[in-house]
Nanobody, 128 residues
Framework: QVQVVESGGGLVQAGGSLRLSCTAS????????MGWFRQAPGKEREGVAA???????RYADSVKGRFTISQDNAKNTLYLQMNSLKPEDTAMYYC??????????????????????WGQGTQVTVSS
């Protein structure tokens, strides 16, 4: 059974950094695409970053140049390095997974409906 569990959230000042982790079980990154999403209070869940089996990535415009998605196949762990954090980055952050053999990571990889498996989330709060 596929499970993904997020960790690494917390409280940080604006301009600071955090690294989120997502530990996956029941899947191999060789066969799955992975994504990070976030949801702020009163807002819809939005795609932040995605990565495919080949390491190709896609980012939301709001985080380009500040966030980096990566994965460690040996540890079956997905990461989201977040730098230059802003108060508007405050949200619950979720990890998601989808079986995929696509050779190009699609734009739908930043869409909630594209994913099959979800974690419970980890809270990130950025103070001004």
């Amino acid at each position: 059974q596929v499970q993904v569990v997020e960790s690494g959230g917390g409280l940080v000042q604006a301009g600071g950094s955090l690294r989120l982790s997502c530990t996956a079980s029941g899947l191999s990154f060789d066969d799955y695409a992975m994504g990070w999403f976030r949801q702020a209070p009163g807002k819809e869940r939005e795609g932040v970053a995605a990565i495919d089996r080949y390491g190709s990535t896609r980012y939301a415009d709001s985080v380009k140049g500040r966030f980096t998605i990566s994965q460690d196949n040996a540890k079956n762990t997905l990461y989201l390095q977040m730098n230059s954090l802003k108060p508007e980055d405050t949200a619950m952050y979720y990890c998601a997974a989808r079986p995929s053999c696509a050779s190009i990571i699609p734009t739908s990889s930043l869409r909630e409906w594209w994913y099959n498996y979800w974690g419970q989330g980890t809270q990130v709060t950025v103070s001004s």
